[in-house]
């Protein structure tokens, strides 16, 4: 990247990711604009490629991210400085969970309330205890009182209504959504060796 304004906008960049995640591995950031654009306060988009990145606690292993347009404010644009982004934009692309890493998420905190309804929406028991990807399928497991066994199903999922749909193993007419955030909006969602990947887009909103 030759362009020393682009430079200093993919710092900035860099930066302000860095700020809203817990942790990122590899970090590929590869900015689409022009100089002329850039002075306007412009950048016509950014793709982003991550590994390893703990986001508000949830483990993503793989993480593809092209934007739309995004306003710079280049007023306050400084070196060592995180990116001034003021207006939302849209985001495309696709995030990889690795099954065992979720798996921990699920159990604690501050996701062991997501991994609690899930085994009390499907199973009608809670807590949780234990999250797999198994093939195609998902298996969740839930301890029961008075019995050494514990309690497992198996759901296969598909996208619909921009969230996610679980359905029990051979009745596809069952569904349950899964809670989402009203910003994000999932287009496709598979399953496949130990991986659950999600794909759509998003609407992002600087603080």
Do not use: Y
């Amino acid at each position: 990247m030759s362009d020393p304004l682009l430079r200093l906008i993919s710092s900035g960049l860099t930066l302000w990711l860095k700020s809203r995640c817990d942790r990122i591995g590899d970090l590929d950031l590869e900015l689409r604009g022009s100089g002329f654009g850039l002075l306007r306060g412009r950048l016509a988009g950014v793709n982003l490629t991550a590994r390893d990145v703990l986001f508000q606690g949830l483990p993503l292993q793989h993480v593809e991210i092209n934007s739309e347009a995004i306003a710079v404010d280049l007023n306050v644009l400084k070196p060592d400085r995180a990116l001034a982004l003021q207006h939302p934009f849209r985001v495309t692309g696709s995030v990889t969970f690795q099954g065992s890493a979720l798996n921990k998420a699920l159990l604690a905190s501050p996701w062991n309330w997501l991994g609690d309804w899930l085994a009390e929406q499907l199973m009608g028991v809670t807590p949780l205890g234990a999250f797999r990807i198994l093939g195609d399928a998902l298996e969740l497991e839930a301890p029961v009182s008075g019995t050494a066994s514990p309690l497992q199903r198996r759901f296969n999922i598909t996208a619909s209504e921009g969230t996610v749909m679980l359905h029990p193993v051979g009745h596809v007419e069952t569904a349950t959504p899964l809670p989402m955030d009203d910003n994000i909006c999932i287009e496709q969602a598979t399953l496949s060796a130990g991986r659950l990947v999600l794909a759509g887009h998003a609407q992002v909103t600087p603080d």
